[in-house]
């Protein structure tokens, strides 16, 4: 499932951090977000993957911060809106 190819993504972490490109491709070498748009599993267990994760970082992140001060807060990437 998705877990599994976001796992293996972090191969390509060095490249990503050093060209700003992806670090995720199929095996077919689509990018991730049109790997995701022609196969609703492969979304589905993205999706899955991403809201287990949320659930047990998500209190250790918004516990660690003095939040009192932020009057704007923008939270991107992960489509869960968990903060």
């Known amino acids: 499932g998705a877990q599994a190819?976001?796992?293996l993504s972090l191969a390509?972490?060095?490249r990503t951090l050093r060209t700003g490109g992806p670090g995720y491709r199929t095996a077919a070498g689509l990018?991730?977000?049109l790997a995701m748009a022609g196969d609703e599993r492969l979304a589905g267990t993205a999706?899955?993957?991403v809201e287990e994760e949320a659930r047990w970082v998500a209190p250790g992140v918004s516990g660690a911060y003095d939040w009192a001060s932020v009057?704007?807060?923008t939270a991107g990437g992960h489509g869960v809106g968990t903060l």
Request: without cysteine.
């Open 5 to 7: 190819a976001m796992d």
């Open 71 to 73: 009057t704007s807060l």
């Open 31 to 33: 990018p991730v977000a």
């Open 47 to 49: 999706r899955a993957a």
């Open 12 to 14: 390509g972490l060095h």
